[in-house]
């Protein structure tokens, strides 16, 4: 168990519709991270946060957006859904996302677009 | 030419083996490399971490950079049919945007 939490595990909808993602970090990991991990993209990186601030950005789309709360849990938003966005998607945290601490993951939701 | 490189497989040895999971990489900035494990229906769990060149081990498993070819290892000995899985070899220059190779399906048959 990596400490990592995300809810919920599977998430079925239709395009168009709009979805949220919750994760709750290693208990004193400041850091959180998004990624997206489909057949044949494999694992990409999306956003990270660190302390309630956007700190880098990566693949995602202008559909996407995410947030960290004051708690340090991050939500995942994901909007206008397309049939392309069927992925699975995890979450990851560090200790400060600075220095040299290792990202440990979630055990991802799973997001089903019908 | 993708960033990270990294034979998918599959690759099947039987119980025991020596195990050689490979990836190549361009970015020569590449400081950070990990080497994570996933279950079918599971996250990644961090197995190794290596920051820049060198050897480390820990226990059954070793982990290889070579920064001057950009290309590094994971050995895993006495393999056993838990270690099948995919394992992803990642890397990033400052530990946020870690690019990941595409996984290895590995299966450690008895």
């Known amino acids: 168990d990596s400490g990592v939490t995300q809810t919920p595990k599977h998430l079925i909808t239709a395009t168009g519709q709009r979805v949220t993602l919750r994760c709750s970090p290693r208990?004193?990991?400041?850091?959180v991270y998004w990624y997206q991990q489909s057949l044949d993209q494999g694992l990409q990186f999306l956003i990270q946060?660190?302390?309630?601030?956007?700190?880098a950005k990566g693949n995602i789309l202008e559909r996407f957006s995410a947030q960290q709360f004051p708690d340090l849990h991050s939500e995942l938003n994901l909007s206008s859904l397309e049939l392309g966005d069927s992925a699975l998607y995890f979450c990851?945290?560090?200790?400060?996302?600075?220095?040299?601490?290792?990202?440990?993951f979630g055990d991802g939701t799973r997001l089903s677009i019908l | 030419q993708k960033e990270v490189e990294q034979d998918p497989g599959p690759l099947s040895v039987p119980e025991g083996a020596i195990v050689s999971l490979n990836c190549t990489y361009s970015?020569?900035?590449?400081?950070?490399f990990m080497w994570y494990r996933q279950y079918s229906r599971k996250g990644p769990e961090l197995l190794m971490y290596?920051?820049?060149?060198g050897n480390k081990e820990d226990g059954r498993f070793t982990a290889q950079v070579d920064k001057s070819s950009k290309y590094i290892s994971l050995f895993i000995r006495d393999s056993q049919p838990s270690d099948s899985a995919t394992y992803l070899c990642?890397?990033?220059?400052?530990?946020?945007?870690?690019?990941f190779g595409a996984g290895t399906r590995l299966t450690v048959k008895p």
């Open positions: 990642a890397m990033s220059y400052n530990n946020n945007d870690m690019r």
């Open positions: 970015n020569s900035a590449f400081q950070y």
């Open positions: 290596t920051y820049s060149s």
């Open positions: 208990s004193g990991d400041l850091s």
């Open positions: 990851a945290s560090s200790a400060d996302g600075y220095s040299n601490q290792p990202q440990h």
């Open positions: 946060y660190y302390n309630g601030e956007e700190r």
